[in-house]
């Protein structure tokens, strides 16, 4: 029952997410123009003609976007497939040619993602009660009842990302599931967003004190290199 559940919940959220993705919004083009230069050109810098004027550094005459690699890494592949079919279907570099990436790079990444995120929170769920009725409407309003809604549809921003790869780390934290693995999610939360130092910290944090509380203090001195090694 409960994994039919986890199905229909990961197919609602990824449909609804997809089809309210928009075309662009406010901080869109500072990820694309990184996105671009990386995949074809190899660098971060900004090459000529970068659409995106906000937070960026020059060094040593050459622009580049104030944001962490981990986006413009990510959605790296799903650019070199776009950046061929528009060739392919001749669309030229521009406003529709961003628009369907930033619409793609939603149905192909985000929207999964979120629908991953909100399994792995129902699940979490299951610690705190049993009404189906109160989890499920956590988790619904907790993706589209709050800011995770805007983030995930309005064009490109790193919040969500980081917001998915410390939950789905803290689930793991809360199965005690591969220290490995949770270093990976945790890396990768901070491979999007420098400031996710903050919850990364606190998690870590946490992961020790039950390791400790479950007397597994020898098993810490393992885990902590494989923690950190992901």
């Known amino acids: 029952m409960s994994k039919h ?133 956590l988790v619904f309003i907790f993706i589209f009842g709050s800011l995770v809604f805007f983030y995930s549809t309005n064009g490109i921003w790193a919040h969500v990302y980081t917001m998915s790869f410390i939950f789905i780390a803290f689930y793991l934290i809360l199965n005690q599931v591969n220290s490995f693995l949770i270093g990976v999610f945790l890396g990768l939360a901070q491979f999007v967003d420098y400031i996710a130092i903050v919850p990364i910290s606190l998690l870590v944090g946490f992961w020790i004190y039950l390791k400790i509380k479950d007397k597994q203090n020898k098993n810490l001195l393992t885990d902590i290199p494989l923690l950190f090694l992901g």
């Open 5 to 137: 559940i986890s199905h229909r919940i990961f197919i609602t959220v990824f449909i609804l997410i997809g089809l309210h993705a928009t075309p662009d919004g406010p901080q869109t083009n500072r990820y694309t123009d990184a996105i671009h230069s990386f995949v074809n050109f190899g660098t971060f810098a900004l090459q000529k003609g970068y659409r995106s004027h906000i937070d960026i550094l020059l060094i040593n005459n050459n622009a580049y976007s104030v944001i962490p690699p981990g986006i413009p890494i990510i959605l790296a592949p799903i650019y070199f497939i776009h950046q061929m079919l528009m060739r392919v279907v001749g669309i030229p570099v521009g406003e529709v040619y961003w628009s369907i990436f930033n619409i793609l790079s939603n149905v192909c990444v985000m929207a999964p993602l979120l629908g991953i995120v909100a399994v792995i929170m129902f699940k979490t769920l299951n610690h705190f009660t049993n009404d189906l009725t109160k989890k499920l409407w």
